[in-house]
Nanobody, 113 residues
Framework: MQLVESGGGLVQAGGSLRLSCEAAGITFSAATMGWYRQGSEKQRELVATITSDGNITYADSVKGRFIISRDNVKEMVFLQMNSQKAEDTAVYYC????????WGQGTQVTVSS
């Protein structure tokens, strides 16, 4: 069972990045998938989640800017990040939940102001 993130990097404020997370060894279509982030000297926080039937939740800080989506055939979840701000700088983690919780290794996103 594993989650592997990709797509992080450096972006200027106002720019966009798309994160991807590929799952292996889980029943992806049945899992609630999510993205969390942890900034320097901050606690890990929820960014967005998407359930198996497509219900979506966003943190207030990213509503209207970020879009979470999933592809159950490819067993991937995505996070489209638009209009990025310096405060979006963090390590972003992919997360899967059923009766278990599974985390990816994280990918760094740095937004320069």
């Amino acid at each position: 069972m594993q989650l592997v993130e990709s797509g992080g990097g450096l972006v200027q404020a106002g720019g966009s990045l798309r994160l991807s997370c590929e799952a292996a060894g889980i029943t992806f279509s049945a899992a609630t998938m999510g993205w969390y982030r942890q900034g320097s000297e901050k606690q890990r926080e929820l960014v967005a989640t998407i359930t198996s039937d497509g219900n979506i939740t966003y943190a207030d800080s990213v509503k209207g800017r970020f879009i979470i989506s999933r592809d159950n055939v490819k067993e991937m979840v995505f996070l489209q990040m638009n209009s990025q701000k310096a405060e979006d700088t963090a390590v972003y983690y992919c997360h899967a939940r059923r009766w278990y919780e599974l985390w990816g290794q994280g990918t760094q996103v740095t937004v320069s102001s």
